[in-house]
């Protein structure tokens, strides 16, 4: 069966761990104190670390000179360059994370839908745009699976990062180490899993496990994950869900009856038409994984992507993916 090491995360301090918000609350999320059964969390908050204190006067991200600044305007500090460091600092001291959980619209948290306003002296006009610590994020940990907890409410959302979660803690095990049969193992347990991300890429990072070049393990290693990560930039299509389900399902139709191949194959078309979610196949192919004990299907990533402990029973409801 698949194992799931507990990923590393670094999580907004204020999403129910802290009383450390401008007005001296914190915001409880059932999402967050769920997820810590299954994760290691270290808690940040980039204001009170610039030593705003709690409660503070809030903070405001806007255009000065043509140069986008950090500002507290009732004190009409300007904290940019004390953000930026912290930032680098914090950043560049991190190791091995396999993802992030920011606060949504924070000026510092936030890595999208933050209030960068036009004028910071006339805070009337406003675009959208990333906090000064959140924005940051991808260009110190581009592989990592980056969220915010408003949109961890989409499952579609969370279903695609609680999967590049697991799947960066499950590769940063074998990474140590940096054994090739571990890889080997590795990518043979998530081919399906890859397989509804990117066919093309899945056999791209097939080819580098194969290393005909016969480089040495930490290029090896090195190349690997940057293929792995890039694969799962975006969601999987519900179309690659489709191919993948009928590949799996390839393999061991030979061993079931007229009628269950017809009841497969139908509820498949039922999830085209979006009638029923794809948990509902992914059940059918570990109940027939267990039946034959096909131990290949068993380990397969793409049945059980995350812990069942972390699948709610909303995450069985309507649209495309689900």
């Known amino acids: ?144 699976a980056i969220e915010d907890e408003g949109r961890l409410k989409n499952f579609k959302i969370r279903e695609h990062y609680l999967t590049k979660l697991f799947t960066n803690a499950r590769f940063r095990e074998i990474n140590k180490n940096q054994k090739m049969k571990d890889l080997v193992k590795f990518h043979s347990n998530h081919k399906y899993l890859f397989l509804a991300y990117n066919e093309q890429a899945m056999r791209a990072c097939g080819k580098i496990v194969a290393n005909h070049e016969h480089k040495p393990e930490e290029e090896v290693f090195s190349a690997y994950q940057q293929k792995m990560q890039s694969i799962m930039d975006k969601p999987a299509k519900y179309t690659s869900n489709i191919n993948t389900v009928h590949h799996i399902f390839g393999g061991i139709s030979d061993q079931l009856s007229r009628d269950e191949k017809e009841f497969f194959l139908n509820s498949v078309e039922e999830y085209r038409d979006e009638r029923i979610p794809l948990s509902t196949l992914i059940h059918m192919l570990k109940s027939y994984a267990i039946r034959f004990d096909n131990e290949y299907l068993k380990n397969q990533v793409f049945l059980e992507p995350y812990p069942k402990g972390l699948i709610e029973i909303t995450d069985s409801g309507k649209g495309r993916n689900y």
């Open 1 to 144: 069966m698949v194992e799931h090491p507990k990923p590393k995360i670094v999580v907004s301090q204020c999403l129910g761990f802290k009383k450390c918000r401008y007005n001296g609350q914190t915001i409880p999320d059932d999402f967050v104190e769920k997820l810590g059964d299954f994760v290691d969390f270290t808690t940040v908050c980039p204001e009170e670390e610039i030593g705003l204190g709690t409660p503070r006067d809030p903070i405001r991200i806007g255009r000065k000179d043509d140069e986008i600044r950090m500002v507290q305007p009732a004190s009409g500090d300007d904290v940019t360059e004390k953000m930026q460091n912290f930032t680098s600092e914090f950043l560049g001291g991190l190791d091995r994370v396999d993802g992030f959980l920011m606060k949504n619209r924070s000026p510092s948290c936030g890595i999208n839908d933050v209030k960068v306003y036009h004028h910071l002296n006339q805070p009337t006009a406003a675009d959208r745009g990333k906090g000064f610590f959140g924005g940051q994020l991808r260009e110190y940990f581009p592989g990592a």
